[in-house]
């Protein structure tokens, strides 16, 4: 079963950090693109990093500098290090993985790719 569990969520002060993690099931985990989304209130999910199983990445542009994608193939582990936090980075933060190509990846949107069930991330002015 392909399954997908973030954490690390929660309510910083703006400039503050989080580490965001989402553990993948084997299955889950073989596919060779994952990123993280985001999805405020009121608006679409939108992509906001992206790794494929080489290592190379790709960021949004509102993130570029602030915050770093990761992957911990030992462990089956995907991480989002969240810096420099804004008011507007608040959202609830998704993890997914999809068969894709790393440039398609952060237009990747359900029914397509596999996904968690998002940790929320409120970053307070």
């Known amino acids: 079963q392909e399954e997908l569990v973030e954490s690390g969520g929660g309510t910083v002060q703006a400039g503050g950090s989080l580490r965001l993690s989402c553990v993948a099931s084997d299955s889950a985990y073989k596919k060779p693109c994952m990123g993280w989304f985001r999805q405020s209130r009121g608006n679409e999910r939108e992509g906001v990093a992206a790794?494929?199983?080489?290592?190379?990445?790709r960021y949004a542009d509102f993130v570029k500098g602030r915050f770093t994608i990761s992957r911990d193939n030992a462990k089956n582990t995907l991480y989002l290090e969240m810096n420099s936090l804004k008011p507007e980075d608040t959202g609830k933060y998704y993890c997914a993985a999809d068969w894709g190509t790393l440039a398609s990846m952060l237009q990747t949107r359900p029914p397509f790719g596999t996904w968690g069930r998002g940790t929320q991330v409120t970053v307070s002015s």
């Open positions: 790794i494929d199983r080489h290592g190379s990445v």
